[in-house]
């Protein structure tokens, strides 16, 4: 899903500048001043980016072709028909994805500032689009019917513009709105890049030969350490986002909450934790479940997480290492709202508010086991201290999804905004997907680092599985008990 940026209310001023390259290519660039101070506007989608300074740009330049190479390599076990399928609606082939992160550099970044500007193909500006003013967009659940263009065009469209998004940013070092324009656009595209290991996991799970998309690495099968429980005197708290640099829209602004007193445990449930509540008959069991819940149970036929099989007597898993025994010690993972909340009420627990994540997250450091291993699958905790909080597993929170206190996605008044190309790009924002959704929090073992920190927030509908979604158990720390009074 696209996060769009926040913005500015302030007049715009677009001047030209020749090419030094002598081609008859100009930039346009804002100046380095705007007439006016700029006026600070409620949220917006995408970034709270008017307190963020660009990167250099020669930082920028290497950022903007490792982030674009690793989506390349991602896609580079795959072969052409692996990237043309499209499993379910929800998922996306990963030709599409490819196509739509180059997309959008191309409307976002290319069509605004590079002069003379000439789209790849005038076909691709719907093709691969998932928003526009128009509304202009191929449909979501028809994207694998692409069988044209060939995979081998695709790659023809991400180093074309490449090439040209290099040597735009080579010319416009002190253009604030480009660079911010770009980050934008390097945000965008790893998202898409958990994305594209998600969508490709769903659709090789869906294959009889149940084939790997890599071959297995190391793995860590350590069993994991009992879960103890961590207290939080909560309070009214600070809440959102308070750093200096990217963030999203809906991660501001930053807030008072009342938090009761509360208790996490320590890790996520494992699968051993969630076997326990299968056997003890937790899905034949209507009173742990939603009414909504065990509806969805019972249209779909599901008894057990996404990609668990049964052979025989033992269950194995499938991942993208290929299907594996099931260890259970690991975090239990694709289990959907409707299944973390039916746990946690057989467990005797509840699953944590956003606000209560948020404030014990915010103590910890962000690591853990995220993209950057490559394992790309859940790992054991072997310690007792509260853990497991960033990477292996988003975890599914209780709180719907919903803007913060003073959140408006309201745009810019009669002013105008500070250019063309930043209404156009804020067509997709995050005021529309508030609704029938909830909030998930920390990462995964397929998010990149640089993406994920204590304020981040992710949002599914509460019968999504496809994605590193898992388990932490939370409850009520009781208030307490006031010493009895003696006789007066």
Known sequence: MDLPLRRWKTRRWIHEQPSPLG????????????????????????????????????????KYAGIRERTVKLASPLSVEDCCVQSMPEASPVKWHLGHTTWFFETFVLEPYEVPFKPFHDAFRAMFSSYNASGETHPDAERGLFTRPSLSVIQDYRRNVDDRMHRLLGLSARDEMLCRLAVLGL???QQ???????????????????????????????????????????????????GEGFCYDNEAPRHKEYVQPYQLASRLVTNGDYLQFMEAGGYENPALWLSEGWDWLKSGRHGHPLYWLREGAQWQEFTLNGVMPLHAGLPVVHVSYYEADAYARWAGARLPTEAEWEHAASREQVEGN?????????????????????????EWTQSSYSAYPGYSPAKASAEGPISAVWDRAVGEYNSRSMVNQYVLRGGSC???????????????????????????????????????????
């Open 23 to 62: 081609q008859g290519l100009s930039v346009r660039s804002l100046p380095d001043k705007p007439r006016k101070p700029p006026l600070t506007m409620p949220p917006i989608p995408l970034a709270d980016i008017h307190r963020m300074t660009p990167p250099a740009p020669s930082e920028l330049e290497r």
């Open 187 to 189: 945000n965008h595209e």
């Open 192 to 242: 898409h890049q958990e994305l594209i290991l998600t969508d490709i996991k769903h659709l090789l799970s869906r294959n009889p030969l149940k084939p790997r998309y890599q071959m297995q690495g190391t793995q860590l099968f350590a069993s994991s350490v009992p879960a103890a429980w961590h207290s939080f005197e909560g309070g009214l708290l600070q809440i959102g986002y308070a």
């Open 370 to 394: 995220l993209a950057e291993n490559g394992r790309f699958h859940p790992a054991a905790c072997d310690a007792g201290r509260l853990a497991q909080l960033y990477g292996d597993a988003w």
């Open 446 to 488: 397929a998010t990149p680092l640089e993406r994920i920190r204590p304020s981040f927030r992710n949002f599914f509908p509460a019968k999504t599985r496809w994605q590193f979604s898992g388990i932490r158990l939370a409850r009520d720390l009781p208030e307490p008990e006031a010493p009895e009074r003696g006789n007066p």
